[in-house]
């Protein structure tokens, strides 16, 4: 069945995002009116082996506003029982008894998908190591996408960072190419450019995408720049000038009226902080949606497991 668990972001049809957004329409005003008490009888599990801010936060506050309860731990790998031994299966069998839905960030790539297959309530991967996925955030990327450009055919969107390891970037791709006559230009240095397997997967939905090392001649034709970090530390004493991926006035200057700008976050250098202001900066627009499609996400998946 569709959307047991949420570990990919393969698993969304165009159907069932549309029911999302609408859904996340309804939970803009809900939230404007201070939240609901609908689920109030539910518990969800916060189950974090690696650092977040947005994420964690933004779940949490969605089952606060859905009327629900949260069960945490701040930091999965010291204070849960991997640190004596446990393992992860072990952990969700047990957590999976005491709440009605488990949000996991894992370290480890396939971490999600392990713990989907021991639990007896539905798992959402808030991501799943470096190079996994990061299906929930591809979910408010896409929903910010529509919000603002009003469409999700016909559009060109350029992914720029660290896109090999980039999971992020990975769910946005495989999101955008459920969509009519988009083009993907992914811009990433050489070496970090984005995988093999999400190229193949453009190639069998018909997707264009182009690959390039650098954002001249792109950056002014298209409608969405999703930008990314590229950590520093993976260059390795090597030089490269990575500012050339950075987003400044001078970059502003040649991207269209009407495109946006957005960003999972945290960000380093890779975004001024002076083009905060202009308004085609949708990035902080973007992560206050986290809250609404989290929130229509959780309940989405609580009503189907209550039918
Ligand atoms: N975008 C994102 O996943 O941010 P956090 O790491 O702060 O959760």
Redesign the pocket.
């Known amino acids: 069945m569709l959307l047991d668990h949420v570990i990919f972001s393969q698993q969304f049809t165009v159907p069932i995002l549309m029911e999302l957004f609408n859904r996340t329409d309804q939970m803009r005003k809900i939230v404007k009116r201070g939240g609901t008490l609908d689920y109030q009888k539910k518990i969800m599990a916060t189950l974090f082996y690696a650092?977040?801010?947005?994420?964690?936060f933004s779940f949490e506050a969605a089952m606060f506003r859905l009327g629900g309860n949260v069960l945490s731990t701040e930091q999965a790998k010291m204070f849960s029982s991997e640190i004596k031994g446990e393992m992860l299966e072990d952990t969700i069998r047990i957590i999976s008894n005491y709440c009605d839905i488990i949000v996991i960030?894992h370290h480890e790539e396939g971490g999600a998908k392990r713990a989907a297959e021991v639990s007896s309530v539905p798992i959402i991967n808030?991501?799943d190591g470096s190079g996994g996925q990061?299906p929930t955030?591809a979910l408010l990327d896409l929903y910010t996408i529509y919000n603002e450009c009003k469409t999700l055919d016909g559009l060109s969107v350029a992914i720029i960072g660290a896109l090999d390891k980039g999971r992020?970037a990975r769910s946005l791709a495989y999101l955008l190419s459920k969509f009519e006559r988009t083009k993907i230009y992914f811009i990433a240095p050489e070496e970090m450019q984005i995988k093999q397997d999400i190229l193949d997967h453009l190639d069998e939905k018909g997707i264009s995408y182009e690959l390039s090392s650098t954002t001249d001649k792109i950056i002014n034709k298209v409608d969405v720049v999703y930008q990314t970090r590229i950590d520093k530390d993976r260059l390795k004493g090597k030089e490269m000038d990575l500012s050339v991926y950075n987003i400044d006035q001078e970059v502003l200057k040649k991207m269209k009226k009407n495109s946006i700008i957005l960003h999972?976050?945290?960000r380093s250098v890779e975004i001024s902080h002076d083009v905060d202001t202009d308004k085609r900066a949708a990035y902080f627009r973007q992560?206050e949606n986290g809250l609404y499609v989290r929130m229509a996400l959780i309940s989405f998946l609580l009503d189907k497991n209550s039918q």
């Open positions: 650092p977040s801010t947005r994420t964690r960030r808030a991501g990061h955030q992020t999972p976050l945290p992560s």
